[in-house]
């Protein structure tokens, strides 16, 4: 009787442990840079014009979004939203970050990674930051410990590009350190040129092996010429051909170490951020020049991580999600052919606007979400976005958020998961850089675009973004989506009601500080 007993006990134990595991799948979001809703064949890029299996085989085998969202058209603010669940704009400096940026997000903020680990999650970073390093007023201090950092908001480790790779410095910072810097040849960043001999872009133009075509053309490292100064640190340097072997190798790395408990990868690629350089065995991949190969490469870094997955025996209880940062860009400031190579491709996919807009093309992004077993193949029409990770996830695991934090993430589990009946958001605000106060408001088929500028740019991702800077467009404007996906035809004379109403709603949120 007693073995009986045992058995039944053992039995009801390991179901109870089966049962947490299933509770608490390991999380891993890849975060592409600058990839726009077209630029992947499942999102309707031609076979010719470049191919992407790896994803492709994640929409096909998990759940596509067709309005899957990041809530701002540039890089930092949507960092900031998805690691802090509140909409850029509410924080200050959230703009692109330069390159001796503080850290934006505060150390007393509740974070993503802090609610993670409040549910027994390892959390890791590894790839782009652009959220800043350092304390507020003082920056980064490259040749001591960069701290705070990503240690600081809740990450139990970080592999970083600190910046972007269009501003210096080119390297490492592995934790609170610059990997392998030599105390005796020490990194100096600042944005005035530290010598009248210091070799930048204009000065020695003519030893680039990839042209600059507006900015970009400070301190020369691998012969391409940054935004920003910086000397000494060269041991420490890396190659832009060997970013993405890196990211996949810190990854797979981390995710050996940690398989144990359940685990939190924020995966943040540079591709395909300028300057595209990819590693040499992808030059030559696509039809589209550099921006093409280094969507093969970021292709090949997503085959990369499902493969390591399955080969630990972790597929089936990782939830991956895919997104971007913002919208395309074609020529973002070098000569690397993305204008000239573009083609018939539609980067943008049916929308206009890419990034720096608050057009549909500057947030609608791809977005999938792949767990085996878990989310069935299909694809999905509601409205998710990045920023709402936190409260997905909370609400997923048993954390409850505090009242005080994670301001604009709402509980869209269920639709990310894919169960019947679920809704996404029932509005969401998309921002550009902030400086202008442009902001896209969606509910359900309605887009409302307010301009306080009065300008846009690069609503034409296949242009020249010079000659788009600056463009005239009214205050407001409003648009039905599920009739004109490019947003042409401004309706709000038409839809008087449907036009204050939405401008109201969008003021209110504003004003409250809150949307959750």
């Not at 890849?30 to 994640?58: R, V």
């Not at 540079?270 to 039809?287: C, M, N, Q």
């Not at 409003?478 to 004109?484: I, P, V």
Request: glycine share 10%; hydrophobic share 35%.
């Amino acid at each position: 009787m007693k073995k009986i007993t045992s058995s039944i006990f053992v039995s009801i134990t390991v179901l109870l442990a089966l049962t947490a595991v299933a509770k608490k799948p390991n999380v891993i979001v890849i975060m592409a840079d600058d990839l726009g809703y077209g630029d992947l064949g499942c999102y309707g890029a031609k076979p010719k014009n470049l191919k992407t299996p790896h994803i492709d085989k994640l929409a096909k085998e998990g759940l596509k979004f067709t309005s899957g969202y990041c809530s701002a058209s540039t890089c930092t603010p949507t960092r900031y939203s998805f690691l802090t669940g509140t909409y850029a704009f509410r924080g200050k400096n959230t703009g692109i970050a330069p390159p001796s940026s503080p850290l934006i997000i505060p150390e007393d903020a509740y974070t993503l990674p802090d609610m993670l680990k409040q549910a027994g999650y390892k959390t890791a970073v590894v790839g782009k930051w652009h959220l800043g390093l350092g304390s507020p007023g003082v920056g980064p201090q490259w040749n001591e410990q960069l701290k705070p950092g990503p240690r600081e908001i809740g990450f139990d480790y970080n592999f970083l590009l600190p910046t972007t790779n269009d501003r210096v410095p080119q390297v490492y910072v592995e934790n609170h350190r610059v990997l392998n810097l030599d105390p005796k040849d020490p990194l100096w960043v600042g944005m005035k040129k530290p010598s009248d001999d210091h070799p930048t872009g204009v000065t020695h133009r003519d030893t680039l092996k990839m042209d600059w075509t507006h900015g970009h053309n400070h301190t020369i490292h691998n012969g391409i010429s940054r935004i920003g100064f910086y000397t000494g640190g060269h041991a420490a340097r890396f190659r832009d051909e060997d970013l993405a072997d890196k990211w996949v190798e810190k990854s797979k790395e981390w995710i050996g170490k940690n398989k144990k408990d359940p685990f939190f990868l924020f995966f943040a690629s540079h591709d395909l951020h300028v300057p595209r350089i990819p590693h040499e065995r992808f030059r030559g991949t696509s039809a589209m020049s550099y921006r093409g190969d280094v969507i093969v490469q970021l292709d090949w870094c997503v085959g990369e991580i499902v493969k390591y997955l399955k080969k630990e025996g972790l597929e089936k209880n990782t939830m991956i999600v895919f997104c971007s940062d913002n919208g395309p860009v074609g020529d973002d400031g070098y000569a690397d052919e993305a204008l000239e190579k573009m083609g018939d491709h539609k980067a943008a996919g049916p929308y206009s606007g890419g990034k720096y807009s608050i057009f549909e093309g500057g947030t609608r992004t791809p977005f999938i979400a792949y767990w085996p077993g878990t989310i069935k193949p299909g694809v999905s029409d509601e409205v998710v976005c990045t920023i709402d990770f936190a409260g997905s996830l909370a609400n997923h695991l048993g954390v409850k958020l505090p009242e005080d934090a994670c301001l604009d993430s709402l509980d869209v589990m269920d639709a990310m998961l894919g169960k019947k009946g679920a809704k996404g958001r029932p509005h969401l605000i998309q921002q550009d850089n902030g400086r202008g106060n442009n902001y896209g408001y969606r509910a359900g088929k309605w887009k409302l675009q307010r301009h306080d500028s009065k300008k846009t740019q690069n609503f034409q991702v296949n242009k020249l973004l010079s000659s788009q800077r600056g463009q005239p467009v009214p205050q407001y404007a409003l648009f039905d989506l599920s009739k004109d996906p490019a947003e042409k035809n401004n309706l709000a004379e038409k839809n008087p009601k449907v036009f204050e109403r939405m401008k109201s709603e969008l003021q209110k949120f504003l004003d409250d500080g809150r949307s959750r």
